[in-house]
T-cell receptor, first 114, second 114 residues
Framework: AQSVTQLGSHVSVSEGALVLLRCNYSSSVPPYLFWYVQYPNQGLQLLLK????ATLVKGINGFEAEFKKSETSFHLTKPSAHMSDAAEYFCAVSDPDSNYQLIWGAGTKLIIKP | DGGITQSPKYLFRKEGQNVTLSCEQN?????MYWYRQDPGQGLRLIYYSQIVNDFQKGDIAEGYSVSREKKESFPLTVTSAQKNPTAFYLC?????????????FGPGTRLLVL
């Protein structure tokens, strides 16, 4: 079965600094991969997804992620953090063995220091 | 405006009581999902439905029940058999429920036990 690992339950960066949130998945078959964002007490919103087209995927709010098959990674980056980026970020992978249901990482809370 | 609505925003349950969480969508999506979110654990799938009058158990279905009598509606009942129901419950939908599709989320219902 698929699994998703997000390294770091909390990541703290200064405003204007690079944001890097890590996601690794377990699969020998290229999967579908997603990054979602959740603001406090709200639902989740899609940031971007990988569906076997370009390996570098651009999303909303200036975020992008690169699919690296050799590293089974799909890390999320943003060149310059903004205070409004403070939220929790979830990586998910679709599991072909479970009717393509999403398997979720535990989430990473992004903290932006002024 | 198309979207997913969940009600109520907060719900209080007494011991031994069944409570029902509402989820409605006007996106004309076939697939709907219920997730449970606990701090530090990501999202866990409770039930999902890909077509009216049919649904499947997810990873943590025990103590929950659902119905799908209409395409637009997918209510979740938390029964008295669910001994630890305190959590944030998220409803989602997608077009047909296949692997690369985006899931769209409602704003969530927070369930608390009195």
């Amino acid at each position: 079965a698929q699994s998703v690992t997000q390294l770091g339950s909390h990541v703290s960066v200064s405003e204007g600094a690079l944001v890097l949130l890590r996601c690794n998945y377990s699969s020998s078959v290229p999967p579908y991969l997603f990054w979602y964002v959740q603001y406090p007490n709200q639902g989740l919103q899609l940031l971007l997804k990988y569906t076997s087209a370009a390996t570098l995927v651009k999303g909303i709010n200036g975020f992008e992620a690169e699919f690296k098959k050799s590293e089974t990674s799909f890390h999320l980056t943003k060149p310059s953090a903004h205070m409004s980026d403070a939220a929790e970020y979830f990586c998910a992978v679709s599991d072909p063995d479970s009717n393509y249901q999403l398997i979720w990482g535990a989430g990473t809370k992004l903290i932006i220091k002024p | 405006d198309g979207g997913i609505t969940q009600s109520p925003k907060y719900l209080f349950r007494k011991e031994g009581q069944n409570v029902t969480l509402s989820c409605e969508q006007n996106l004309n999506h076939d697939a709907m999902y219920w997730y449970r979110q606990d701090p530090g654990q990501g999202l866990r799938l409770i039930y999902y439905s890909q077509i009216v009058n049919d649904f499947q158990k997810g990873d943590i279905a025990e103590g929950y029940s659902v119905s799908r009598e209409k395409k637009e509606s997918f209510p979740l009942t938390v029964t008295s058999a669910q001994k630890n129901p305190t959590a944030f419950y998220l409803c989602a939908s997608s077009y047909r429920g296949v692997g690369e599709e985006t899931q769209y989320f409602g704003p969530g219902t927070r369930l608390l036990v009195l």
